[in-house]
């Protein structure tokens, strides 16, 4: 009972009670040999529960040892301290790197933009928290969709080129699109909270980009004909 708990608990410590209990079954061995003076003699009792005990840990260490054979096959990292239960509960992959963000709008973008990149990805949880894992392979598309992630998050940072706002009818947005469009700039709509974003990258502070905006806007609604399409 105690060779099987520890093959999940504590197979390392396991591995080496088998190479002692090896030893154990041939110095048992050769001490029945020699007294009987034949190559198989029966044991005493107390060498044969001895045996027995150490056949059980030499099983147990053969079973953790093609255990972690499955695990390495399958992809799968074994560590001294990782025990054999993250095998059972999708422990971290060779070669794969793993995020985790608090925010649950954050670990959406994540997803959404690593699947937009095509960069196959698997989620699986620890602790309590979901964790995003990709291949080292895809690093480096999946480094800018992080990144993308991630200062989605903080789209209006002094310190970043990414910008982020919300207006309050599909329409605003629509002309606020065309407008970013019209002089180069690039943007997107990204749904954050339930709301509507229209991203974009520039260095000029959000405020600044929106009043302007709205001022040219402002000045096309001139008249009543026009005023009524504002």
Same mark, same amino acid.
Request: aromatic fraction near 6%; glycine fraction near 10%; charge should be positive.
């Given at each position: 009972?105690?060779?099987?708990?520890?093959?999940?608990?504590?197979?390392?410590?396991?591995?080496?009670?088998?190479?002692?209990?090896?030893?154990?079954?041939?110095?048992?061995?050769?001490?029945?040999?020699?007294?009987?003076?034949?190559?198989?003699?029966?044991?005493?009792?107390?060498?044969?529960?001895?045996?027995?005990?150490?056949?059980?840990?030499?099983?147990?260490?053969?079973?953790?040892?093609?255990?972690?054979?499955?695990?390495?096959?399958?992809?799968?990292?074994?560590?001294?301290?990782?025990?054999?239960?993250?095998?059972?509960?999708?422990?971290?992959?060779?070669?794969? +790197? @793993? $995020?985790? !963000?608090?925010?649950?709008? *954050? =670990?959406?973008?994540?997803? %959404?933009? #690593?699947? /937009?990149? &095509?960069?196959?990805?698997?989620?699986?949880?620890?602790?309590?928290?979901?964790?995003?894992?990709?291949?080292?392979?895809?690093?480096?598309?999946?480094?800018?969709?992080?990144?993308?992630?991630?200062?989605?998050?903080?789209?209006?940072?002094?310190?970043?080129?990414? +910008? @982020? $706002?919300? !207006?309050?009818?599909?329409? *605003? =947005?629509?002309?606020?699109? %065309?407008? #970013?469009? /019209?002089? &180069?700039?690039?943007?997107?709509?990204?749904?954050?909270?339930?709301?509507?974003?229209?991203?974009?990258?520039?260095?000029?502070?959000?405020?600044?980009?929106?009043?302007?905006?709205?001022?040219?806007?402002?000045?096309?609604?001139?008249?009543?004909?026009?005023?009524?399409?504002?």
């Amino acid at each position: 009972m105690l060779a099987i708990v520890m093959i999940f608990l504590a197979p390392f410590a396991l591995m080496v009670l088998g190479g002692v209990g090896v030893v154990l079954l041939i110095v048992l061995w050769l001490k029945t040999a020699v007294r009987a003076r034949k190559l198989i003699a029966p044991f005493t009792p107390a060498e044969g529960a001895l045996a027995l005990s150490s056949l059980f840990l030499v099983v147990g260490a053969a079973t953790v040892s093609g255990l972690m054979v499955a695990r390495l096959g399958l992809g799968h990292a074994v560590s001294l301290g990782g025990a054999m239960l993250p095998m059972m509960g999708g422990g971290p992959r060779v070669g794969e +790197r @793993s $995020v985790y !963000f608090s925010d649950p709008g *954050t =670990q959406q973008r994540l997803k %959404d933009g #690593l699947t /937009k990149a &095509g960069v196959p990805f698997r989620v699986r949880t620890q602790d309590g928290k979901e964790y995003i894992g990709w291949s080292s392979e895809h690093e480096a598309a999946a480094e800018k969709a992080l990144e993308e992630a991630k200062s989605a998050g903080a789209p209006n940072d002094p310190s970043s080129n990414h +910008r @982020s $706002v919300s !207006f309050g009818t599909a329409e *605003t =947005q629509k002309d606020f699109i %065309d407008w #970013l469009a /019209k002089r &180069g700039i690039k943007s997107e709509i990204v749904r954050n909270d339930g709301k509507d974003y229209v991203n974009w990258q520039e260095s000029a502070p959000t405020m600044q980009i929106v009043e302007a905006f709205m001022a040219e806007r402002a000045a096309k609604c001139k008249g009543a004909k026009a005023k009524a399409k504002c």
